[in-house]
């Protein structure tokens, strides 16, 4: 398999931990693909978005964004399931990810808004992004014994993520005092073999 990737995405981490976890990361050859000023024309023959996390199997089918891959890479191991067939912890490892998911959203959002030159940023749409990003992190405060005490699935590894990705750009600022539970959690989380392995390479 082949993975057009930057070192700096929080959605690429995010399938490498799952490739990780799953015990495929192995299996996968990692191509650098520059996607700002623009793709590289390799990663546009595969991906008519030109965007990254994007996976080419080895049957040579294409596959994009980071919730299809790791879906599909979790089909291709015999180990416990990232993403559970049915049931209730089904629907929360959906809905974690989908708040993890969020939260990367509004950060990245945030990132490139802060990059335009500071005439034509708006300050209004910062503002709701980052708002974003606050009320999930107290949500997601309410949930860290369930985060600690459930099996490991995909909700866990896109949060995981997501709160990296705040350390990382800032979104917010500093917000590990004001939200210590989730925090903590993180602090923990961190610690897995796949999150160490994958740390973010350009603090720039």
């Not at 979790?74 to 180990?79: A, I, P, R, T």
């Not at 993403?83 to 089904?90: L, N």
């Not at 708040?99 to 005439?119: Q, S």
Request: glycine content about 8%; aromatic content about 8%.
């Amino acid at each position: 398999m082949k993975l057009f990737f930057m070192p700096t995405s929080p959605y690429v981490r995010k399938v490498r931990v799952t490739a990780i976890e799953t015990g495929l990361d192995s299996r996968i050859e990692r191509v650098l693909a520059l996607v700002v000023p623009e793709a590289s024309a390799e990663l546009l023959a595969e991906n008519p978005l030109g965007k990254i996390p994007t996976l080419v199997t080895d049957g040579g089918e294409t596959l994009f964004d980071s919730r299809v891959i790791c879906e599909y890479l979790d089909s291709l191991h015999d180990g416990q399931r990232l993403f559970p067939a049915e049931g209730g912890s089904r629907w929360r490892a959906l809905r974690w990810q989908a708040l993890g998911d969020g939260i990367l959203d509004a950060a990245v959002g945030v990132r490139y808004e802060v990059l335009r030159p500071e005439g034509e940023r708006s300050q209004a749409w910062l503002a709701k992004q980052r708002a974003k990003i606050t009320r999930s992190l107290a949500a997601l405060g309410e949930e860290t014994e369930a985060l600690s005490s459930a099996p490991m699935t995909i909700g866990q590894i896109a949060i995981g993520c997501a709160l990296a990705y705040l350390d990382f750009r800032g979104a917010v600022g500093e917000w590990r005092t004001s939200y210590a539970p989730i925090a903590a959690w993180h602090d923990s989380f961190s610690q897995r073999s796949s999150m160490k392995a994958t740390v973010f390479a350009d603090p720039s």
